[in-house]
C-alpha cells in the first residue's frame, strides 16, 4: 500500500535533463595515476567518500587541460556521487563553495538531480537508508571485484514524497547532520591547537627564544613564562633550553600490555580495530562491539593513547573516548604521570615520531613496530611543570574533543532512529505557521 501524495520514479527519471547527468568516470587507460598532479582539478575516489554527507579528505588532482578533455565525467556543486566498485553503497555529494568541478574516478558515479522533482539532500538520505542499502546490495554484481554500474543505478526505484515534504524531511535530518559536522570542525581546531602550542613550546622553542632575546613569550602567562630558560645548550638532538635534557618516550610513557581472551569479553564492550582510526587525526570518532570478538585483543581505558602498529605510515593515533578493547595490531600507550601525558601525545602523534616508527619497522609486506622501539625515540625533556602546565591544556583539549564525539554519536543515532521511518512515509512532516511538524 502505498503513502499518501508519494510517487514511484526510478534514478534515472530525477536526473537531470541535460547531458551526461548520470555518468560513470573516465574509461580506463584515460585516467591513470601519472596524470595526477599537486593542483588542479580534485578528483573524487574512494577516499573521498564514506566521510559525511560532502565529498572531502585529501584530494588527488588532475591538470586544468587533463579535465577539460574529461569534461562529460565532470560533477559540479550540488551533484551526487555514487561508489561503483569498493566499499559500495557509499553516497556523497558535491559541496558548494570549495572547486567549482570535480573530476569523477573510474570507481565513481555522478547523478545531477532535475530540481523540479527532487531534492538532492533528501535523495542523499534516501540512498543512505537501510533500505536503499541492502537494494544496492542485492543487486551487486558479483562477476570479478563486487561492482554495480550505470544501469543499475539508472534503474533503481524510488518513492518520493511532494518536493515540500522532501526538502522538509531533508531538513530535519540535515540539521542533525550539521551539528555533527560542526562538532567533527571544533575537533579539528582543538587538535590543531594543541598541536600548534606543542610545537612552539617543545620543538621550536619558541618561548625560550623570546625570553633570550628581551621579550615575553606570545600566548604565555607570566607564571608558565618563568618556567621557561633564557638560553640554550648543546645536545646530541642539537641546541635546546639550558637546563633540559634529552630523553627517551619510554621516560615518560609506557605500553601497558592487558591482554584479553574472547570468553573474557563481556557483551558489548566497544571494540576498536585499525579501520575504525582515521589518519592524521585523534579524535576517534567510531568503534565496533566486541560481541563476534574470536582472537586475542588488549584491552585500552579512556584517555589512552591507542597507535597503529601495522603499517605505522598510514599514522593511525588517537586518544580512546572510552574504555574497551582493540586489536593487537594497536599499541597502547599512557602517559607514567599526568604531568607527561601532554608532552607523550605531542610527541606521538606527531609525522617525526610516525616517520621514525616507520623507520623503525620491521617486515617487508606487513611491517610492524615494537614498543621496544618506540620508547627508544628521543625527545628533549623540559622542567616537569613546564610539561605539566601544557599537559592540563591538552587534557582539557581531549575532553572537549570527547564530548563532542559523544554528542555526535548520540545525533547521529535520533537520525537513523528518524531516518527510514521519515524517508518512507511512516512519520510524515507538515508544516503550521511556517513551522515544521512531524505528524
Request: with cysteine; proline share 6%.
Given at each position: 500500500?502505498?503513502?499518501?501524495?508519494?510517487?514511484?520514479?526510478?534514478?534515472?527519471?530525477?536526473a537531470?535533463?541535460?547531458?551526461?547527468?548520470?555518468?560513470?568516470?573516465?574509461?580506463?587507460?584515460?585516467?591513470?595515476?601519472?596524470?595526477?598532479?599537486?593542483?588542479g582539478?580534485?578528483?573524487?575516489?574512494?577516499?573521498?567518500?564514506?566521510?559525511?554527507?560532502?565529498?572531502?579528505?585529501?584530494?588527488?588532482?588532475?591538470?586544468?587541460?587533463?579535465?577539460?578533455?574529461?569534461?562529460?565525467?565532470?560533477?559540479?556543486?550540488?551533484?551526487?556521487?555514487?561508489?561503483?566498485?569498493?566499499?559500495l553503497?557509499?553516497?556523497?555529494?558535491?559541496?558548494?563553495?570549495?572547486?567549482?568541478?570535480?573530476?569523477?574516478?573510474?570507481?565513481?558515479?555522478?547523478?545531477?538531480?532535475?530540481?523540479?522533482?527532487?531534492?538532492?539532500?533528501?535523495?542523499?538520505?534516501?540512498?543512505?537508508?537501510?533500505?536503499?542499502?541492502?537494494?544496492?546490495?542485492?543487486?551487486?554484481?558479483?562477476?570479478?571485484?563486487?561492482?554495480?554500474?550505470?544501469?543499475?543505478?539508472?534503474?533503481?526505484?524510488?518513492?518520493?514524497?511532494?518536493?515540500s515534504?522532501?526538502?522538509a524531511?531533508?531538513?530535519?535530518?540535515?540539521?542533525?547532520d550539521?551539528?555533527?559536522?560542526?562538532?567533527?570542525?571544533?575537533?579539528?581546531?582543538?587538535?590543531?591547537?594543541?598541536?600548534?602550542?606543542?610545537?612552539?613550546w617543545?620543538?621550536?622553542f619558541?618561548?625560550?627564544?623570546a625570553?633570550a632575546?628581551?621579550?615575553?613569550?606570545?600566548?604565555?602567562?607570566?607564571?608558565?613564562a618563568?618556567?621557561c630558560p633564557?638560553?640554550?645548550?648543546?645536545?646530541?638532538?642539537?641546541?635546546?633550553?639550558?637546563g633540559?635534557?634529552?630523553?627517551?618516550?619510554?621516560?615518560i610513557?609506557?605500553?601497558?600490555?592487558?591482554?584479553?581472551?574472547?570468553?573474557?569479553?563481556?557483551?558489548?564492550t566497544?571494540?576498536?580495530?585499525?579501520?575504525?582510526?582515521?589518519?592524521k587525526?585523534i579524535?576517534?570518532?567510531?568503534?565496533?562491539?566486541?560481541?563476534?570478538?574470536?582472537?586475542?585483543?588488549?584491552?585500552?581505558?579512556?584517555?589512552?593513547?591507542?597507535?597503529?602498529?601495522?603499517?605505522?605510515?598510514?599514522?593511525?593515533?588517537?586518544?580512546?573516548?572510552?574504555?574497551g578493547?582493540?586489536?593487537?595490531?594497536?599499541?597502547?600507550?599512557?602517559?607514567?604521570?599526568?604531568?607527561?601525558?601532554?608532552?607523550?601525545?605531542g610527541?606521538?602523534s606527531?609525522?617525526?615520531?610516525?616517520?621514525?616508527?616507520?623507520?623503525?619497522?620491521?617486515?617487508?609486506?606487513?611491517?610492524?613496530?615494537?614498543?621496544?622501539?618506540?620508547?627508544?625515540?628521543?625527545?628533549?625533556?623540559p622542567?616537569?611543570?613546564?610539561?605539566?602546565?601544557?599537559?592540563?591544556?591538552?587534557?582539557?583539549?581531549?575532553?572537549?574533543?570527547?564530548?563532542?564525539?559523544?554528542?555526535?554519536?548520540?545525533?547521529?543515532?535520533?537520525?537513523?532512529?528518524?531516518?527510514?521511518?521519515?524517508?518512507?512515509?511512516?512519520?510524515?512532516?507538515?508544516?503550521?505557521?511556517?513551522?515544521?511538524?512531524?505528524?
Amino acid at each position: 500500500m502505498g503513502v499518501e501524495g508519494w510517487r514511484p520514479y526510478t534514478a534515472g527519471d530525477v536526473a537531470a535533463r541535460t547531458k551526461n547527468a548520470l555518468v560513470g568516470g573516465p574509461f580506463g587507460s584515460n585516467l591513470v595515476s601519472a596524470d595526477y598532479v599537486s593542483d588542479g582539478v580534485p578528483v573524487v575516489r574512494g577516499q573521498n567518500m564514506g566521510l559525511g554527507r560532502w565529498v572531502e579528505g585529501e584530494f588527488a588532482f588532475v591538470s586544468v587541460a587533463k579535465a577539460d578533455s574529461l569534461s562529460a565525467n565532470m560533477a559540479r556543486p550540488g551533484d551526487l556521487i555514487f561508489t561503483q566498485r569498493g566499499t559500495l553503497g557509499q553516497v556523497a555529494s558535491i559541496p558548494e563553495g570549495r572547486f567549482d568541478r570535480y573530476l569523477v574516478s573510474q570507481s565513481q558515479m555522478k547523478l545531477t538531480v532535475d530540481g523540479t522533482r527532487a531534492d538532492t539532500l533528501f535523495l542523499y538520505y534516501v540512498f543512505s537508508s537501510p533500505s536503499q542499502q541492502d537494494y544496492i546490495l542485492r543487486n551487486t554484481i558479483q562477476t570479478g571485484v563486487p561492482h554495480t554500474n550505470l544501469e543499475i543505478l539508472r534503474s533503481t526505484p524510488l518513492l518520493l514524497p511532494p518536493l515540500s515534504e522532501q526538502r522538509a524531511i531533508a531538513h530535519i535530518l540535515g540539521t542533525l547532520d550539521d551539528r555533527i559536522e560542526l562538532n567533527r570542525r571544533m575537533n579539528e581546531t582543538l587538535e590543531a591547537m594543541a598541536r600548534a602550542i606543542f610545537k612552539s613550546w617543545f620543538v621550536d622553542f619558541d618561548p625560550v627564544r623570546a625570553k633570550a632575546e628581551g621579550r615575553p613569550p606570545f600566548g604565555m602567562n607570566a607564571e608558565t613564562a618563568a618556567l621557561c630558560p633564557n638560553s640554550f645548550q648543546d645536545s646530541p638532538l642539537g641546541k635546546i633550553p639550558k637546563g633540559w635534557r634529552v630523553g627517551t618516550l619510554g621516560e615518560i610513557a609506557e605500553n601497558p600490555r592487558r591482554g584479553i581472551r574472547p570468553r573474557e569479553v563481556r557483551v558489548g564492550t566497544p571494540y576498536i580495530g585499525l579501520e575504525h582510526m582515521p589518519r592524521k587525526c585523534i579524535a576517534l570518532e567510531n568503534w565496533g562491539h566486541a560481541d563476534e570478538v574470536t582472537s586475542n585483543k588488549f584491552e585500552f581505558l579512556q584517555g589512552e593513547i591507542l597507535f597503529g602498529k601495522l603499517r605505522p605510515y598510514f599514522h593511525k593515533v588517537g586518544v580512546a573516548p572510552l574504555d574497551g578493547v582493540c586489536s593487537t595490531d594497536i599499541l597502547v600507550v599512557r602517559a607514567k604521570s599526568e604531568e607527561w601525558f601532554g608532552l607523550a601525545l605531542g610527541h606521538i602523534s606527531s609525522e617525526e615520531f610516525v616517520n621514525y616508527a616507520d623507520a623503525a619497522s620491521t617486515g617487508t609486506k606487513m611491517p610492524r613496530t615494537s614498543w621496544q622501539d618506540m620508547a627508544r625515540y628521543e625527545i628533549p625533556l623540559p622542567d616537569p611543570q613546564l610539561a605539566g602546565a601544557f599537559g592540563r591544556f591538552a587534557k582539557t583539549g581531549v575532553e572537549m574533543i570527547r564530548a563532542n564525539i559523544l554528542q555526535s554519536r548520540t545525533l547521529a543515532s535520533l537520525r537513523d532512529a528518524l531516518l527510514q521511518k521519515l524517508i518512507s512515509g511512516d512519520l510524515r512532516v507538515g508544516s503550521a505557521n511556517g513551522v515544521l511538524e512531524i505528524t
